[in-house]
Structures are given as structure tokens and as C-alpha cells.
């Protein structure tokens, strides 16, 4: 059974750091390219970092260059964002995505960046 679960979300102040954690299971976790997306409440989900399957590259949204990391650890089959300087405007339901051929999705960590 496939599963991506996702944590670390919460409630940061403008400025804070925060970082999300997704745990995979059910699939071989090393040969997938790895992604986080994010969907703010009346938005469309879009895609936040990126990072292929051996971790030797990322990519990033403009709107989150400089200020996020993506990382994962085949070893734990585990992926990260770290998360710098945050602003309101990261305040969304943040998703681990896993893709090869098919796509599976976690359930989603709410993150809120807020004074």
C-alpha cells in the first residue's frame, strides 16, 4: 500500500522556519523523482521544489528560490522542506508528491504564517 505522510506544519510567525517532512512507503522510494506542492485556499495547487531521484538536483519555484530547501534521504525514504524566511503568502496546505510513471500524493500539512 502506497502512503506519503506528511508533517511538520503549523502556525509560524512572518520571518520563522519551519520544515515538512514526508514519509514514503509502499513503493520503491529511490528511483522516484520527489516534489512538494502547495494549494492556498482559493488557488490552484502549484508546484514548490523539486528533486530527482538520486537528490543530485532541484529545482525551485521564483517564489520560493533562496528562501526554501528541498532534500530527501533514500535511506529512510524520507523528503524534506526546509523552510526559511517565511512570508504570509506561503500560508497553504502544502503536499509531498511522488513521481515516475504514475503520481502519488500525501493527504497534505497545513502550514499558516502569521503574526
Known amino acids: 500500500q502506497v502512503q506519503l505522510v506528511e508533517s511538520g506544519g503549523g502556525l509560524v510567525q512572518p520571518g520563522g522556519s519551519l520544515r515538512l517532512s514526508c514519509a514514503a512507503s509502499?513503493?520503491?522510494?529511490?528511483?522516484?523523482?520527489m516534489n512538494w506542492y502547495r494549494q492556498a485556499p482559493g488557488k490552484e495547487r502549484e508546484l514548490v521544489a523539486t528533486?530527482?531521484?538520486?537528490?543530485?538536483?532541484?529545482n525551485y519555484a521564483d517564489s520560493v528560490k533562496g528562501r526554501f530547501t528541498i532534500f530527501r534521504d533514500n535511506t529512510k525514504n524520507m523528503v524534506y522542506l526546509q523552510m526559511n524566511s517565511l512570508k504570509p503568502e506561503d500560508t497553504a496546505v502544502y503536499y509531498c508528491?511522488?513521481?515516475?510513471?504514475?503520481?502519488?500524493w500525501g493527504q497534505g500539512t497545513q502550514l499558516t504564517v502569521s503574526s
Open positions: 528533486i530527482t531521484s538520486s537528490g543530485g538536483s532541484t
Open positions: 508528491n511522488a513521481r515516475r510513471s504514475t503520481d502519488f
Open positions: 509502499g513503493f520503491t522510494f529511490s528511483i522516484y523523482t
